[in-house]
């Protein structure tokens, strides 16, 4: 070939890698805004998920204990503050009745030498809450504090117990995200669907 057929060619093919180039960027980026599409369905499809959960519990009469993670009738809920000695750090609870005379037999409650259970290496205290107003209160070895309602946030329902539930009432299941560039992206319940 000759030097100048050479450069025209290599013009060409510059600009054609050039065209490629800008289209595999286009691609990426339509790509994540794809992915980030279909994040924020598979999200709001599992959150609807878990309010069809907390719906069919209050059509039951049933509520959520926090503690011991199975269901109750809703009329026997009580809350109580668990906090730990060591650190400070304290977690609300919405306990059904042999829970929270469990926990406070244990955590004792009554008095401050044989109040102290143990629960995952870490001493805790136990403490009755009562509702009071827009807040709660809490009685602390015989004085009274006051909470306000956005330091009392019982627990989320955890995934381990979604599951638990899903037969019983009639969730449908899971999605989730395979993040593979391979694989069919959306799975349901951690199985990946085949490709359409
Ligand atoms: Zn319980």
Same mark, same amino acid.
């Given at each position: 070939?000759?030097?100048?057929? =050479?450069? $025209?060619?290599? $013009?060409?093919?510059?600009?054609?890698?050039?065209?490629?180039?800008?289209?595999?960027?286009?691609? !990426?980026?339509?790509?994540?805004?794809?992915?980030? +599409?279909? #994040?924020?369905?598979?999200?709001?499809?599992?959150?609807? @998920? &878990?309010?069809?959960?907390?719906?069919?519990?209050?059509?039951?009469?049933?509520?959520?204990? $926090?503690?011991? *993670? /199975? $269901?109750?009738?809703? +009329? +026997?809920?009580?809350?109580?503050?668990? %906090?730990?000695?060591? %650190?400070?750090?304290?977690?609300?609870?919405?306990?059904?009745?042999?829970? !929270?005379? #469990?926990?406070?037999?244990?955590?004792?409650?009554? %008095?401050?030498?044989?109040?102290?259970? +143990? @629960?995952?290496? &870490?001493?805790?205290?136990?403490?009755?809450? %009562?509702?009071?107003?827009?807040?709660?209160?809490?009685? *602390?070895?015989?004085?009274?504090?006051?909470?306000?309602?956005?330091?009392?946030?019982?627990?989320? =329902?955890?995934?381990?117990?979604?599951?638990?539930?899903?037969?019983?009432?009639?969730?449908?299941?899971?999605?989730? =995200?395979? /993040?593979?560039?391979?694989?069919?992206?959306?799975?349901? @319940?951690?199985? !990946?669907?085949?490709?359409?």
């Amino acid at each position: 070939m000759e030097a100048e057929l =050479i450069l $025209t060619r290599l $013009t060409v093919l510059r600009e054609n890698a050039e065209n490629q180039s800008s289209s595999i960027v286009r691609l !990426r980026e339509e790509l994540r805004s794809k992915v980030a +599409e279909l #994040e924020s369905s598979v999200r709001d499809y599992n959150s609807l @998920r &878990i309010d069809l959960l907390m719906e069919r519990l209050r059509e039951r009469g049933l509520s959520w204990c $926090t503690y011991h *993670k /199975n $269901t109750f009738p809703v +009329e +026997e809920a009580s809350l109580v503050l668990l %906090s730990s000695a060591d %650190s400070g750090f304290s977690g609300p609870h919405r306990v059904c009745s042999e829970c !929270r005379k #469990e926990v406070l037999a244990k955590h004792g409650y009554l %008095s401050r030498r044989d109040d102290l259970h +143990e @629960r995952g290496g &870490i001493l805790y205290h136990a403490f009755v809450v %009562s509702e009071e107003g827009d807040g709660f209160s809490v009685v *602390k070895f015989g004085k009274q504090e006051s909470l306000a309602a956005k330091d009392f946030k019982v627990p989320q =329902i955890s995934d381990s117990a979604i599951s638990h539930f899903e037969s019983e009432m009639s969730l449908p299941l899971e999605l989730s =995200i395979e /993040n593979h560039p391979r694989s069919v992206p959306l799975r349901v @319940r951690g199985e !990946r669907l085949k490709a359409a």
